[in-house]
Structure formats: C-alpha cells, structure tokens
C-alpha cells in the first residue's frame, strides 16, 4: 500500500491540476431587483420622473497570476458581453475601468481597440463607464444625459477595486436604480472628461456593482 | 545544439539588423522613451505609415492629410501658419509643432493631452476642426482600398487594416523621423567645430537656454509657462485644461529648437515669426503671471550683440539632412496622385 502513496499523490496532482482556472462570470444589470431592459421607460424615484437608458458599457479588467490584464467590454445592447471568464485562482483583483498601464501603453486590439468609441482621443485614456439616455427632468438638449466616466490619474482617477467578499460567487450585479439614484440627472446631464464628478460617480458605481450573495 | 545556435545568432542578427535599419539611435542622444520592441519596425510597415500620413484620406471630406500641418520641408511643422488649419477652411487652437526625435518624448501636443505615440495620430484624425473623421469609418474607407489592403498584407500578411495596424504603423514612419545630423551634432561627434561667434551663442545658450531647452534634444520636454501673454481671442490655459491643477496654468510643453529656421512662426500660438522676436521677448517682454516658470523670474538679459551671437549658435541646430531627406518626403511612388481616393 505504501508504494501506492506516490501513484494517489500523482493522480491527485493530476486532478487537481486539471480542474479549470476559470468559470463562466455574469453580469446582471438591475432595476428594483429585476433584469433591467435597455430603451424602456423606468420611474426614478429620486429624480420625480421616468428615465431611459440607451447605451449602458463599461470596462472590467482582471489580472492573472502573473499580473497581465485581460480586458472585458461590457455592453448590454451586446447581451454576449455580459459573461466573461473568471478566474477562480485571482478573483480580488477584478478592476472596474481600464487599468492604468494599459492606458499608457499605446494601441491594442479587442476590447480595448479605440475604434469602439471607449476611448478619448483628445486626451489619452479609456472611458471606463459610459451611459447614455434621456429623461423630461433632464435640463440639457433633447432631455439627454451623457455620463462618460473616465480618468486614472491621481487625484481624479475613476478605476475603482471591485470588493469580492464571496470568492466562489461568479455572478456580479449592478443595482442600476440605486446608481441612478444618487446622480443628479436634472443637473449633472454631462460629464465627458475626467475631475472630480467623473470620480466620484465612480465610487458610486463600485458601491453598487457587487458580487451577487 | 548547432543548429539551434545558429538560429539563435539568425534571430539575434536579424533583430540587431532592424533595429539599426529601421530605427536610428544617435551616439550622443539618451535611451528613447517609446519601446520600440512592443512595435517592432519594418520597411513594410514604414512604407505603410509613410502612405497614411501623406494621404488625406485620413480626412472626412478627402482633402487633409497629417502632411498639410506637418511638411517635411518645414522639419514637419507648418511655416507662416500661426493656427493649424483643417478641414472646410477651419482653423485650429494651436500653432502645429514640429515633428521629429517623437521617440523621446514622454506626451505629445502641447499640453502633453497624448501619453502615447501610437494613440497621437487619433486625436487630429478625429478632431472637429482638424480632419473631421471617425476610427471606423476611416477604417472602413482603407479596407475598401485596394492600394492599402497592398500595403497592409505586405505589412502584415493580412490585407486588414484593423486601428492598431493603422495607429502603429503612423507611428513607425514618425519614429524614423529622427533629427541628428545638424552641425552641432557634428561638433559632438568631433566632425565640425564651431566659429568664434557660434562658440559664444552656445556658451551664452548653456548658461541661459540650457535648463529647459536641454541639450542634445534641446528641450527638456517639461511644461512650463514661459511669460507669454494670454491671447484673448484664444484663452488657451494650457496644461491645466489636462491636469485640473491651477499650478499648471498656462503651462505648455517646452518645444525643441532645432531645425528653427524651418519650423517659424515660434510659441504655441505662432505669435513669433522671427527669432529676434523671441529673444526679445525673453530679454524685455515677460508677463510675470502667477505660474511663471522660476527660472524666467529674473528674465534674461541678453546685450544685442548677444543676441546675435545666440542666434548663430541656434542656426547650428538646423538639420538640413533630415529636412531634405527623399525618405521623409510625398511618397509619390505609391501614392501617385490618388491620395484621398479610395481605389
């Protein structure tokens, strides 16, 4: 039996590696508990009026072990891009927004390929969260509202660490009632480069994007 | 093992070979910035580059190219035009810099906006006042092309132009922009020597100049608010408009004066035609605003005959080679006269 010892050893090394890094994450958008559905009509309690969302992305980045970023681009009208694969050896370094070497590291392809409109060529850097829509309590042309959040330099930086207090949970949620809540739409319709309102509704949106319980 | 070896010496020889084709390294210049590892140079690629920054496809309507604000003639800056101009006769904000050494610079534009060779080229292309034209669509235009799917399979191995492909091969033919044949680059490698007069301009320039216009690139590529009054019709604050920091107002990035008899009108407006203009400024005219650069606090003072000589020194800087290079200039052998047409 004691021969034996190092052939189970090998065999529960070889299972154990064998067993996938990965798993399938999704992402849910949310309204009031419920799938959220782009270009439909919401009542916002907050802003006394309904409010419609038509472009609703944003960047994830998650590092290896090795601390190479991989980038996901996240679009509901792409309803594709809402799973991604999750590293089960490395899930406390999920990123929201672009990470900051990346975006100083010149053209790249994919995701994080400039022609998806993510990325300002005024100024170099990626636009981490982008949200568009409209609402009658809007003040601006068309009642439109333009969040584009981006930004990664200090003091203004919009990348924020995505708490994953549940290690094995693979669903993220983003409470988009509850952000949307505490933006001042009727006024703050048109954020589109990076300061101080870019950061802070950045730190709304980690509050309200979570690891689903 | 031989073999092995000899394809390892294949490898290293032709990496070496390319680096030293493709991209030159003066002697007396620092490390570069850009890593040219992470877009490695070839003649395919710089053929490609070359072809886009003459072709005013890169415009929405046809009719611009990166070359009408940056000719090669003018060490690609754009002599006599204060404002960059664009499409439908629209004029631009600022004046457009010259174009050379990119590969040691940190950020581009004046205001230092850019943090990447590779992503500069987005921002003209895409500017309202500028070149008028979107990533994809333009992307679309050169895969319909059948001169650039040519040029890109040559390139690549693969006839798409995908916005990496585009954006790093523009960057490519800028890094070979290299600017260091210029007599006082001569001097340093023992090749010239320079006339009495000369010798005084670079004694009077070292004890002047020198701190933000650093030798051998002549700029220290900092930012820096140099005494310039604020146009009222512009109301350009510079660095600030990036940064958000007051400390940074009317702060832009310190250019290099080589090649300056090229390079006219001087400042990031273009309010300077002439040389003396500028000494003058420096010597009499500095506007002490809050975010004055401390080393201009006492300004400079410079006799006329200083001046003089300073500006005999500063013409030792003008790189004829690099200006007249035929490998800089219209490639008229590919494009032929059908820029801006998507054949």
Not at chain 2, 158 to 172: M, N, P, V, Y
Not at chain 2, 276 to 283: E, P
């Amino acid at each position: 039996m004691k021969k034996m010892i190092p052939v189970f050893m090998c065999l529960w090394f070889h299972i154990a590696s064998s067993q996938p890094n990965y798993v399938q994450a999704s992402i849910e958008i949310h309204w009031v508990g419920k799938a959220f559905e782009r270009n439909r009509n919401y009542y916002l309690e907050s802003l006394k009026d309904s409010v419609q969302i038509n472009v609703l992305r944003f960047y994830l980045t998650q590092f290896s072990d090795h601390n190479k970023p991989f980038h996901y681009l996240i679009d509901l009208e792409q309803p594709e891009t809402l799973t991604f694969p999750l590293s089960t050896q490395n899930q406390s370094t999920l990123l929201l927004g672009v990470d900051s070497t990346t975006q100083i590291s010149g053209a790249q392809s994919h995701d994080i390929d400039p022609v998806h409109g993510m990325y300002w060529t005024w100024q170099s850097g990626y636009i981490n969260l982008k949200i568009e829509g409209k609402s009658p309590a809007c003040l601006a042309r068309n009642h439109e509202f333009k969040l584009h959040i981006g930004g990664w330099k200090a003091p203004f930086s919009t990348l924020q660490l995505l708490e994953t207090p549940n290690k094995k949970s693979s669903v993220f949620v983003f409470e988009l009632d509850k952000f949307l809540a505490r933006v001042d739409l009727a006024t703050q319709y048109q954020i589109m480069s990076p300061g101080s309102k870019a950061a802070e509704i950045s730190l709304l949106w980690k509050t309200h994007f979570k690891a689903a319980p | 093992m031989k073999t092995i070896l000899l394809g390892l010496s294949v490898c290293c020889l032709a990496f070496v070979g390319q680096k030293n084709n493709w991209f030159t390294q003066p002697v007396h210049f620092p490390k570069p910035i850009y890593i040219v590892g992470k877009n490695p140079l070839s003649k395919e690629k710089i053929v490609l580059g070359r072809a886009l920054f003459f072709d005013p496809i890169l415009s929405k309507d046809n009719s611009i190219s990166c070359a009408s604000c940056h000719s090669p003639y003018q060490a690609f800056a754009h002599t006599d035009h204060d404002l960059s101009h664009g499409i439908y006769d629209q004029i631009g904000q600022r004046n457009a810099p010259a174009l050379f050494n990119l590969a040691w610079q940190t950020s581009f534009m004046w205001d230092g906006a850019i943090n990447h060779l590779d992503m500069q080229a987005l921002a003209p292309i895409t500017h309202a006042k500028e070149m008028g034209e979107t990533l994809p669509n333009l992307l679309l235009k050169l895969n319909k092309s059948s001169l650039y799917k040519k040029l890109a399979y040559q390139a690549y191995q693969d006839s798409t132009i995908s916005s990496e492909r585009l954006l790093k091969a523009l960057a490519q033919f800028q890094l070979t922009l290299v600017s260091a044949q210029s007599k006082y680059d001569e001097v340093k490698m023992g090749k010239a020597v320079f006339n009495e007069q000369e010798l005084k301009g670079y004694l009077l320039f070292q004890k002047n100049c020198n701190s933000c216009h650093t030798e051998p690139l002549f700029s220290s590529y900092e930012f820096a608010n140099n005494g310039l009054t604020t146009d009222s019709t512009l109301n350009d604050t510079g660095r600030y408009a990036v940064s958000l920091n007051r400390l940074d107002s009317l702060k832009f990035k310190i250019p290099s004066l080589r090649n300056l008899s090229f390079t006219h009108p001087y400042m990031h407006d273009g309010r300077f035609k002439k040389l003396h203009q500028v000494l003058n400024h420096y010597s009499q005219g500095l506007n002490h605003s809050k975010t004055l650069d401390i080393r201009l606090q006492k300004g400079i003072s410079l006799s006329p005959a200083d001046k003089a000589d300073l500006i005999a020194f500063l013409l030792t800087l003008n790189d004829k080679h690099f200006v007249f290079n035929p490998e800089n200039q219209f490639p008229k052998e590919i494009l032929k006269g059908n820029e801006g047409i998507s054949n």
